[in-house]
């Protein structure tokens, strides 16, 4: 279920990925084999996460190459300045993991990076050995907060709550923040 629900996350970006993996983190810290249930969650967040990535840059490639999608992109690159593009076109060739991951550790960031990768024609295959830290690392953080909020109560739901309200916390600071500065 974890795995579907991640991929599903990946696909359409409104659903809680990072609290749904701190939760079953929580849940797996409370089983009678913490560390191979913690290790299941990892490697099947992990992989969710790239699998979901992966499907969702190549259907954005596919459109790219579409007659609409062309022109689509096309619109964007005329709204963008060119030094602009040519600069993350640069970051996106010379940094490619540390760009990927960083998008995926910040609340809305995968989606304008991924695509930026679109915008450079960076070919899927470059895309995911980039995407693999990036997934690696996402899923150790969100991780890493289910078993903080597991490790501090002594019951799984007292964990599972805190896990998720950090995580929600976590992703509406960004948000937040935005509507503050629009405000002012």
């Known amino acids: 279920m974890l795995f579907a629900l991640v991929v599903l996350g ?3 970006p409104v659903v809680p990925t990072g609290a749904l993996v701190s939760t079953a ?8 084999v913490p560390a191979l249930s913690l290790a299941v969650v990892f490697l099947v967040a992990a992989s969710a996460a790239f699998v979901g990535d992966l499907s969702l840059y190549w259907l954005g490639v596919r459109g790219v190459r579409s ?12 709204r963008a300045p060119q030094h602009r593009l ?17 998008s995926r550790l910040v609340p809305a960031g995968r989606i304008p990076v991924m695509l930026a990768c ?3 024609k960076m070919p899927l295959r470059r895309f995911a050995r980039g995407d693999v830290p990036a997934c690696l690392a996402w899923a150790a953080a969100y ?4 078993v903080l909020g ?5 019951r799984p739901w007292q964990g599972v709550a805190a896990a998720i309200a950090v995580t929600l916390l976590i992703s509406g600071v960004p948000s937040l923040w935005r509507r503050v500065r629009r405000s002012a």
């Open 150 to 154: 597991g490790s501090l109560f002594a």
């Open 25 to 32: 983190a929580v849940v797996a810290l409370h089983q009678s």
């Open 67 to 78: 007659e609409h999608g062309s022109k689509w992109l096309d619109a964007l690159r005329k």
């Open 143 to 146: 991780q890493l907060i289910g």
């Open 86 to 102: 040519e600069q993350a076109r640069n970051k996106l060739e010379n940094h490619r993991s540390q760009v990927l991951t960083l």
């Open 118 to 120: 679109l915008l450079a």
């Open 10 to 12: 990946a696909l359409v």
